[in-house]
């Protein structure tokens, strides 16, 4: 994964905040903004990377990493903005909440629309739980749904979270493999 696709996506989505003004455009960090962590897991240029994605790679890759970041807003962190305002912090991760799902509506792209609103869904429920494992294989299996297509056992993965999320977690990573293992050997 290109850890340049992914700052490429981060700095779209700042450009995006900038262009629209206001509370979020001033807590835009500067030279720091968009620096990525040995642990960034770099979503957006996972999903890039899948054949659904073909021909719209760096706008798949910023639709997710907007969501993500208002994923890493919600819980007190971010790669583009100060976070040190709580009340901010979740204003603004829904504004990217929000960004990113109508950015990929417009694409036409509604199966992606429907796994972010999966993983955000699955990530309240983790953060609920404490579950940091849970959110992570959530996020792994929704960036590969995005770009190799979703699956029976994703969707079995997703369903299982609420009665038992140690094992949903497993099945989700498994969903997630599986997916981008299936794909490698048709190519």
């Known amino acids: 994964m290109s850890s340049e696709q992914t700052l490429s996506a981060l700095a779209a989505v700042s450009a995006q ?4 003004g206001g509370l979020l455009a001033e807590a835009l960090l500067g030279e720091d903004r968009g620096q990525l962590g040995d642990s960034d897991p770099q979503l957006g240029a996972l999903a890039a990377a899948g054949p659904c994605s073909s021909g719209r790679e760096q706008q798949i890759a910023a639709v997710v990493e907007a969501v993500y970041e208002g ?11 100060n976070a040190g305002d709580a009340d901010l912090n979740i204003l603004a991760g829904d504004r990217l909440y929000a960004l990113g799902l109508a ?23 983790a953060r609920a739980l ?17 770009g190799w297509g979703g699956s029976p056992a994703g969707e079995e993965a997703k ?14 990573t498994d969903a997630a493999r599986a997916l981008r293992g299936a794909a490698a050997q048709t190519s």
């Open 17 to 20: 905040l900038s262009s629209d």
């Open 159 to 172: 369903a299982a979270v609420a009665a038992d999320p140690d094992a949903a977690s497993a099945a989700l």
């Open 103 to 125: 950015q990929l509506a417009a694409l036409g792209d509604l199966d992606s629309v429907g796994e972010l609103a999966d993983v955000i869904g699955i990530c309240s429920q």
């Open 71 to 81: 994923f890493l807003l919600h819980g007190g962190s971010s790669r583009i903005l």
């Open 130 to 146: 404490d579950d940091d494992a849970l959110a992570a294989a959530a996020w792994e299996h929704a960036a590969s749904a995005i």
